[in-house]
């Protein structure tokens, strides 16, 4: 059984840090294509960043300020995020893709004074 498992997320004022992880079970995330995505209230999900075996690709609202890495070792994902902004402001998930597409349940993240 996949599962992918999202933390880090909470409430931090603009300008601020935060670190999310993405622990994933049933499935090696070397071979997958792993992806942050975010939904806020009324919008439709989209993409924050993907990592692969040799790139990164970062939605141009968040270049710059997000870093995605993965540590295949521990069979982690993590999106470094800084700078944030009150637009920053969803519901963050992790995906995995290879054939078969897998989703987490999501982490919130607020950007608030």
């Known amino acids: 059984q996949v599962q992918l498992v999202e933390s880090g997320g909470g409430l931090v004022q603009p300008g601020g840090s ?9 499935i090696t995330i070397s071979s997958y294509v792993m992806g942050w995505y975010r939904q806020a209230p009324g919008k439709q999900r989209e993409l924050v960043a993907t990592i692969t075996r040799g790139a990164t690709n970062y939605a141009d609202s968040v270049k710059g300020r997000f870093t995605i890495s993965r540590d295949n070792a521990k069979n982690r994902v993590y999106l470094q995020m800084n700078s944030l902004k009150p637009e920053d402001t969803a519901v963050y998930y992790c995906k ?18």
Not at 96 to 113: E, K, M, P
């Open 18 to 26: 935060l670190t999310l992880s993405c622990a994933a079970s049933g």
């Open 96 to 113: 995995a893709t290879l054939i078969d597409t897998y989703w987490g349940q999501g982490t919130q993240v607020t950007v608030s004074t």
